[in-house]
T-cell receptor, first 108, second 115 residues
Framework: DAKTTQPPSMDCAEGRAANLPCNHS???????VYWYRQIHSQGPQYIIH???NNETNEMASLIITEDRKSSTLILPHATLRDTAVYYC?????????FGKGTRLHILP | DTGVSQDPRHKITKRGQNVTFRCDPI?????LYWYRQTLGQGPEFLTY????????KSRLLSDRFSAERPKGSFSTLEIQRTEQGDSAMYLC?????????????FGNGTRLTVT
């Protein structure tokens, strides 16, 4: 079963930064933190991943605490198209196990 | 577009019939995964391949389910004697070699409805 804990839902105003938290207190040293999102009726979309250091790409930033027990996905300027379910996942073994994720609502 | 392709997008079948889905991964991705997703739940892992070898099967994959990847490229997932509980979205994903530091790229799935 999933080893991460996420709030079931969050709201964010359009144009503001969306900060999605994830707890993974039992993370192992070689497990990567991955974030995916799923827009209705589509397959999950990869967003970003990291091991220890903070990461940034064209979609988002990933902030991992120093003890690696939690992380935050940041969407810097949320738009209505960012409305989706966001999954925080630890990549162990050679497959990913999804939890229930956070349903992010972007409010106009 | 060189993303993961799944066919068909939708399939409606009667209980007891057999169905087969196809997945074409991203070219040169040697890992291929199958997931199943029901309404309101996250995707559930079913099985995965490294090239043509099936390396792991979930307990969710009953004897009625079989997956193949004969030449290490495309894959098929067959469900025999479908049941209403098989109604779900079936997702395929691919990645390069070692999955731990390689993101999975998903297709948009095949939605199966068993009547």
């Amino acid at each position: 079963d999933a080893k991460t804990t996420q709030p079931p839902s969050m709201d964010c105003a359009e144009g503001r930064a969306a900060n999605l938290p994830c707890n993974h207190s039992t993370i192992s040293g070689n497990e990567y933190v991955y974030w995916y999102r799923q827009i209705h009726s589509q397959g999950p979309q990869y967003i970003i991943h990291g091991l220890k250091n903070n990461e940034t790409n064209e979609m988002a930033s990933l902030i991992i605490t120093e003890d690696r027990k939690s992380s935050t996905l940041i969407l810097p300027h949320a738009t209505l198209r960012d409305t989706a379910v966001y999954y925080c996942i630890l990549n162990r073994d050679d497959k990913i196990i999804f939890g229930k994720g956070t349903r992010l609502h972007i409010l106009p | 577009d060189t993303g993961v392709s799944q066919d068909p997008r939708h399939k409606i079948t009667k209980r007891g019939q057999n169905v087969t889905f196809r997945c074409d991964p991203i070219s040169e991705h040697n890992r291929l995964y199958w997931y199943r997703q029901t309404l309101g739940q996250g995707p559930e892992f079913l099985t995965y391949f490294q090239n043509e070898a099936q390396l792991e099967k979930s307990r969710l994959l009953s004897d009625r389910f079989s997956a193949e990847r004969p030449k290490g490229s495309f894959s098929t997932l067959e469900i025999q004697r479908t049941e209403q509980g098989d109604s779900a979205m079936y997702l395929c994903a691919s990645s390069t070699r070692d999955g731990r530091n390689s993101p999975l790229h998903f297709g948009n799935g095949t939605r199966l409805t068993v009547t």
